[in-house]
C-alpha cells in the first residue's frame, strides 16, 4: 500500500511534461510536507537520522544524490537534495526522487508499523493530490 502512496507522490511532484526546475521544487516540497507530518511523531532527530540513512542506502544505487555532508537537519538535508538536483534531467531526479522515497517509507514501516506509516502518508500526501495523480497516471 505505501508503495502506491510514492508512485502517486511522485507523478505529483513531477507530473509528465514538467521542466527539471519544476521537478526539483516538487520534490523537495515532498520531502518538506513529509518531514513536516513526520517530526511531532519522531522528533526532528528521529527525521533526519531516517532521511541520513535513506541518503546512504540510495547513494548505493544513484552515488550523486546525496554527499555525505547530508547535513545535520532535514533543512539542511533538504538544501543539499535541491543542490545535488539542480542540473539533472527529469529522468534522473524521478528515478533517484522514487528510490529515495521508496527506502524512507520502508525503513519507517519496519520502526512505526505499516498501519501509522500509512496514516502519515495520506497526511503528507492527501488523498485529493494522490487521486488527481492516479488520474494523471491512467492517462
Not at 63 to 82: I, N, Q, S
Request: hydrophobic share 50%; with cysteine; proline share 3%.
Amino acid at each position: 500500500m505505501t508503495a502506491r502512496h510514492v508512485d502517486r507522490a511522485m507523478v505529483g511532484a513531477a507530473p509528465d511534461g514538467v521542466t527539471a526546475e519544476a521537478a526539483v521544487d516538487g520534490v523537495v516540497a515532498a520531502w518538506r510536507t513529509m518531514f513536516d507530518v513526520l517530526a511531532p511523531v519522531i522528533g526532528e532527530g528521529g527525521v533526519t537520522a531516517l532521511f541520513l540513512r535513506t541518503c546512504n542506502l540510495t547513494r548505493l544505487e544513484h552515488d550523486w544524490v546525496c554527499r555525505p555532508d547530508t547535513g545535520d537537519g532535514t533543512t539542511a538535508g533538504l538544501a543539499l537534495l535541491a543542490e545535488v538536483l539542480e542540473g539533472r534531467s527529469v529522468e534522473e531526479i524521478c528515478a533517484a526522487t522514487h528510490r529515495m522515497l521508496t527506502t524512507f517509507v520502508t525503513i519507517l514501516g519496519s520502526l512505526i508499523g505499516s498501519a501509522l506509516t500509512e496514516r502519515l502518508l495520506v497526511m503528507a500526501w492527501p488523498e485529493v493530490a494522490i487521486d488527481v495523480c492516479e488520474e494523471n497516471a491512467k492517462s
